[in-house]
């Protein structure tokens, strides 16, 4: 899987040089509480231009789907993951007075 993220991002950084392609930490919006508790949010790969930003979280499984009461599904876990690094990013830009957008992408290798 590690290569997999590699890949995505040695991609977009040879043949997209418009966009700004890196694999950020991004930090906790908290309103306090114990940030050492929290584990790091480290994203696979992460795409901006101007005001706009994609966080990708590349996944490579066996199975992109698992089974839950007869019907396929996303695992659930990477939905909130995602989710969690697009508010906490989102909420790290709102302090600044630039215009931004911050949506988020699970990519699933086939």
């Known amino acids: 899987h590690t290569l997999y993220e590699k890949f995505i991002l040695e ?3 040879r043949e997209h040089p418009e ?3 890196s694999a950020s930490q991004i930090p906790w919006a908290l309103d306090g509480g114990t940030r050492q508790l929290l584990p790091v949010m480290q994203s696979d790969i992460t795409l901006s231009k101007g ?3 994609l966080i990708i979280d590349a996944k490579y ?3 992109s789907l698992q089974s839950r009461y007869g019907a396929q599904t996303l695992h659930s876990s990477n939905l909130y993951q995602i989710f969690t690094y697009v508010k ?3 909420a790290e830009l709102a302090v600044t007075s630039e215009p931004y957008e911050v949506s988020g992408m699970l990519l699933y290798a086939k």
Do not use: Q, S, T, V
């Open 11 to 13: 991609y977009f950084r």
């Open 61 to 63: 499984y066996e199975r």
């Open 51 to 53: 005001g706009k930003m």
């Open 88 to 90: 906490n990013k989102d």
């Open 19 to 21: 966009l700004r392609a």
